[in-house]
């Protein structure tokens, strides 16, 4: 069973900074990966998606990576903004079957001004 | 194109009652979903369908029902309301693995409160 873990639970950064956020998972055999913004109180926002057979996507400030042989995906912010502020999941979805995503629990994210 | 939507917003119910989800997306894909959200737990998957006319169980279906009227409309009934489904419910929907329509998307959620 496919098991995606986000690394940290909560960060908080002040404006400017560049970050990177975590996702893990424990499946190599992964279809695609994608990436999710949820601001509070509202649905989930897809930002980006890597196909398995890619390295890094990209818009705007954002880049996100994927490395199936280590089981890992990174999303790159660059040059934070308070209106980045939200909750990050990842979810990775296996090849075969009806290719369903397994979400992590997410990173919330807090830049301040 | 509203992408998907889903009714009621918010909901109260008292144990024991039922009710119904709606949900219906306009971008002619053919997978759709239904989430659960609990603080701590992420997203459980209750019930998908992968096209019209087929349902199957995710990871948490126990207490939950599936219609898939047509290729638009996905609802989710509680037939007997417990206080451990409260929690707050997305729809998702999907295009065609292996085509560019792989994107899922997401309704703006149900928050369900059961008394």
């Known amino acids: 069973k496919q098991e995606v873990t986000q690394i940290p639970a909560a960060l908080s950064v002040p404006e400017g900074e560049n970050l990177v956020l975590n996702c893990s998972f424990t499946?190599?055999?992964?279809?695609?990966l994608q990436w999710f913004r949820q601001d509070p109180g509202k649905g989930l926002t897809s930002l980006l998606l890597?196909?398995?057979?890619?390295r890094e996507q990209t818009s705007g400030r954002l880049n996100a990576s994927l490395d199936k042989s280590s089981g890992r995906s990174t999303l790159y912010i660059a040059a934070s903004q308070p209106g980045d502020s939200a909750t990050y999941l990842c979810?990775?979805?296996?090849?075969?079957?009806?290719?369903?995503?397994?979400f992590g629990r997410g990173t919330s994210l807090i830049v301040h001004p | 194109n509203a992408g998907v939507t889903q009714t009621p917003k918010f909901q109260v119910l008292k144990t024991g009652q039922s009710m119904t989800l709606q949900c219906a997306q306009d971008?002619?894909?053919?997978?759709m979903y239904w989430y659960r959200q609990d603080p701590g737990m992420g997203l459980r998957l209750i019930y998908y369908?992968?096209?019209?006319?087929?349902?199957d169980k995710g990871e948490v279906p126990n207490g939950y029902n599936v219609s898939r009227l047509n290729k638009r409309e996905f609802s989710l009934r509680l037939e007997s309301a417990a206080p451990s489904q409260t929690s707050v419910y997305f729809c998702?929907?999907?295009?065609?693995?292996?085509?560019?329509?792989?994107?899922?998307?997401f309704g703006p959620g149900t928050r369900l409160l059961v008394l």
């Open positions: 369908s992968a096209s019209e006319g087929t349902t």
């Open positions: 998702a929907s999907r295009g065609l693995a292996g085509l560019q329509q792989e994107t899922q998307y």
């Open positions: 971008m002619n894909h053919n997978s």
């Open positions: 890597i196909q398995s057979s890619q």
């Open positions: 979810a990775a979805s296996v090849s075969g079957g009806s290719y369903i995503p397994t």
């Open positions: 499946d190599s055999a992964i279809y695609n």
